[in-house]
């Protein structure tokens, strides 16, 4: 039996429409496959990564009740569609060697890039040394598992032992960023997760749609506009 944490996050309030779609599939999901079980957990009302913080503190709450733990931690905006199709996929991704595994997402102002970075060596006169600044993945092959260093948290499957690598909070907004990534709550996850040795995947075949906006941003609008992804 495999147990997978379902948590949506949010931004300020969970609109009600994305609350109930997410439910459904998490129920959904729980039905088409009887050796996992699936337990949605949702908090709305508040800034995001204290949305995000909270809901992991419920996650492990539940777990000392239970007296047992989540094997995975299912992670998915409350501005995303995703498919009970598109599941079996990250959860057939995610093992030792690939413990954090995001969707495809496409930012939803323009030019709508993938919302994928890796970090750029830095030019030296002695030539390209380190890491030092996130650089958007333009280029990436399709359905395929790709190594990132920072994506958008829209959905993302991660095993439940990362968080035991990283200290509390898991999530912040923070002007200037942290360690170089976005000060977004994502980069401020995907920055510890790198710090702590984690390695961060994309699966190019799990692709979302992002909703909220007078159309749908997913791979073949943004792709639209990839001119301005230069």
Avoid at 46 to 66: G, I, S, T, W
Avoid at 102 to 112: E, G
Avoid at 117 to 128: F, K
Avoid at 197 to 211: D, M
Wanted: with cysteine; proline share 7%.
């Amino acid at each position: 039996m495999t147990r997978i944490a379902f948590c949506l996050t949010c931004y300020e309030q969970v609109d009600p429409w994305s609350e109930r779609g997410f439910l459904d599939l998490a129920i959904a999901f729980g039905r088409m496959h009887k050796d996992i079980e699936v337990v949605p957990f949702v908090r709305d009302g508040l800034p995001c990564a204290d949305a995000c913080n909270l809901l992991m503190d419920d996650v492990a709450e539940y777990e000392r009740a239970q007296d047992w733990r989540f094997d995975r931690v299912f992670w998915m905006d409350d501005d995303v569609v995703l498919t009970t199709e598109d599941l079996p996929k990250l959860l057939a991704a995610v093992d030792t060697e690939h413990p954090a595994v995001f969707a495809l997402a496409f930012l939803r102002t323009a030019p709508h890039r993938a919302a994928i970075w890796r970090y750029a060596p830095t030019p030296t006169a002695e030539g390209m040394v380190g890491r030092a600044v996130l650089e958007y993945v333009s280029e990436y092959p399709a359905d395929s598992l790709i190594p990132i260093h920072c994506a958008g948290l829209c959905a993302a499957l991660l095993d439940r032992a990362v968080f035991d690598k990283l200290e509390q909070p898991y999530f912040a907004w923070l002007e200037g960023g942290y360690q170089r990534s976005p000060c977004t709550p994502d980069g401020y996850l995907c920055a510890k997760l790198v710090g702590a040795s984690v390695p961060l995947f994309c699966h190019t075949g799990v692709r979302t749609k992002h909703i909220g906006l007078p159309q749908i941003v997913d791979e073949a609008f943004a792709m639209r506009h990839r001119e301005g992804w230069v």
